[in-house]
Structures are given as C-alpha cells and as structure tokens.
C-alpha cells in the first residue's frame, strides 16, 4: 500500500513570495490532515478535511493560508504572502474511519524556509 | 485547553540498555486517546504505541511500554533493550476530537 505522498520536499522562497503544497493521501482515507511544525515544536493542526469538507480550520491564518481538497483525494496548501515565521515543515496526513482514532499516516513533509 | 508536556528536550541512551520518555498532559475529558510518534531524521512520523484512557492496562508493543497514571495525567514511554535505530523525535499526542502534540524529546542512542 503506498503512502502519503508529499511534494516539492523542499522550498525556499523570498519573503512575501507564493508557494503551495500537494498531498497525495492514502487511497480510501476519507480524512486529510495538513499541520505546520516548526523547528523545535511539535507539529500543530492547521487543517482537516472529511472528504472534501473542512471539519476543522480553526488554526488556519486565513489571510494567507488556503487549502483545497476537490474530488476529496489530493489536496493543495496554498500561503500567498509567505511571511519569515511561515518557515517550517509542512506535514499532511490521513487517516479512515477503519483506523483508530488518532492512529494517522504521515507523509514525510514539505520543509519550507522563508528569506 | 487541552496541553501536552514533555519536559525531556533531549534524552540519550546506550545501545541495549531501556530508556523512559516522560510526559504530562492536561485534560478536563474522561475518555481520549494517549499516542507516541517517532519521527526520524527527514522520515515520516509514525505511530509507536497508543493507549485508552478507559484501558487500566498499560499498553505494550513489543519493546515499547507505556506507564498511564490517569490521575496524576502522566503517560511515559519506556524503551528496552535500545536499538540504533530508535533514534529519533519521538512525540507524545492526546486525542479526543484531534490530535495535539507536545514539543518532542529527541533520543540519541550510542553504542
């Protein structure tokens, strides 16, 4: 069974500059993830789809943070302007209603450095 | 607000011998779920072990325990017989309707 897939792995961009993020998630997983975690701290929830509805988004900074799950398989997280704290690794997430609750398969995450 | 502490930033361990990760979460919830992550160096985070916390007995995986102190809210992890391979971030998560982490305890093993 292949994985959460994540990309680009890397990124760097200049301040005030766009980027986005892809997640592939496991196939069957109804719920996507996508959580921000910088360097140092452990990674915080900034988004979770049930299929392509947003359960939870209350993390989110939504004046430059977006993200998009159509058809409810890929997703695109999007930040337009990059700020320097945006700096972090970018990690989505999924999980199915056969798993445990909690039990989540990660991808191995977009590092993103601001300049 | 539910919080998650792990007050070990850094532990270390020789190869074979056991290790304890210790953590401390803060909860007004009766049922919710206890998890550690690994996370090794530019790899995926998965999942090491979970525990219910309506379950009295510890969870056990192999060379992973738990010791879950409901009342006193600590929830430590403790690693026998060290590999080189456990070297890594390893995160402790509370869940009810999501998972929050702690900041992480990052193990080196020596041999």
């Not at chain 2, 020789?14 to 909860?27: I, K, N, P």
């Not at chain 2, 160096?41 to 969870?59: C, D, F, G, T």
Request: glycine content about 6%; charged content about 20%; proline content about 4%.
């Amino acid at each position: 069974e292949a994985g959460v897939a994540q990309s680009p792995r890397y990124k760097i961009i200049e301040k005030r500059q766009s980027v986005a993020f892809w997640c592939n998630p496991i196939s069957g997983h109804a719920t996507l993830y996508w959580y921000q975690q910088i360097l140092g701290q452990g990674p915080k929830l900034l988004i979770q789809f049930q299929n392509n509805g947003v359960v939870d988004d209350s993390q989110l900074p939504k004046d430059r943070f977006s993200a998009e799950r159509l058809k409810g398989v890929d997703s695109t997280l999007k930040i337009q302007p990059a700020k320097l704290e945006d700096s972090a690794v970018y990690l989505c997430a999924s999980s199915s209603e056969r798993t445990p609750a909690g039990e989540l398969f990660f991808g191995e995450g977009s590092r993103l450095t601001v300049l | 607000a539910q919080t998650v502490t792990q007050s070990q930033p850094e532990m270390s361990v020789q190869e074979a011998e056991t290790v304890t990760l210790s953590c401390t979460y803060d909860t007004s919830e009766s049922d919710y779920y206890l998890f550690w992550y690994k996370q090794p160096p530019s790899r995926q985070m998965i999942l090491v072990i979970r525990q219910e916390a309506y379950k009295q007995q510890n969870a056990t995986e192999n060379r992973f325990s738990v010791n879950f102190q409901k009342a006193a809210k600590s929830f430590s992890l403790k690693i026998s017989d060290s590999q080189l391979g456990d070297a890594a971030m390893y995160f402790c998560a509370y869940n009810t309707d999501k998972l929050i982490f702690g900041t992480g305890t990052r193990l080196q093993v020596f041999p």
